[in-house]
């Protein structure tokens, strides 16, 4: 009786641990994130806020939605900018952005997505749904209205703010490209 007990406690602990999904790993320097997500060929999902654990500060209840976290792990490649740091203003800096969420195309050459300030989880789980699905998308939705983009390696492209050309200077700055 004792051993049902205690395989039932264990069972019951396993099935509590399978239900908690982890978040994602969570890169801080943007040049690594650039480099693995070219490699995999993964977008890369940038938010950008303040605090350790900003990321989840973005979302307006400061819970990313477990939803949000299986399509993170799954289909990303996650860089948290902290704008308090030096580090971070730089970067921050770069996509003239403060807090939001910017994710780019599975090329890393464009940017997908532009939102800036706080979402809602069903907003950060619908734009992760949409932009895991589209490999190259046509053009940058920003804040809910669209911009042209181009890619990153057009030299004008650095005169036609605010789609990539962030992207495009912090590469620059963090791998040293030219």
Not at 21 to 42: E, F, M, N, R, S
Not at 89 to 95: H, I, M, R
Not at 152 to 170: D, E, F
Request: net charge positive; aromatic share 8%.
């Amino acid at each position: 009786m004792l051993s049902t007990s205690l395989a039932t406690a264990v069972f019951s602990g396993l099935l509590a641990a399978g239900s908690v999904v982890t978040q994602p790993a969570w890169h801080t320097d943007y040049g690594k994130a650039l480099v693995q997500a070219a490699d995999i060929k993964k977008p890369v999902a940038v938010f950008i806020a303040q605090g350790g654990d900003g990321y989840a500060k973005l979302v307006e209840d400061g819970k990313i939605p477990t939803d949000a976290v299986k399509l993170l792990r799954q289909n990303y490649v996650c860089l948290y900018v902290d704008a308090a740091t030096a580090a971070g203003k730089v970067v921050s800096g770069s996509f003239q952005m403060s807090e939001g969420l910017v994710i780019s195309s599975k090329a890393g050459t464009l940017q997908a997505l532009r939102h800036e300030g706080q979402l809602s989880a069903s907003e950060l789980t619908g734009y992760l749904t949409k932009f895991s699905e589209v490999s190259q998308p046509a053009r940058t939705e920003f804040a809910g209205a669209t911009v042209v983009t181009a890619p990153v390696s057009t030299p004008t492209y650095l005169q036609q703010r605010p789609v990539m050309n962030a992207m495009y200077g912090v590469r620059n700055l963090v791998i040293g490209g030219g």
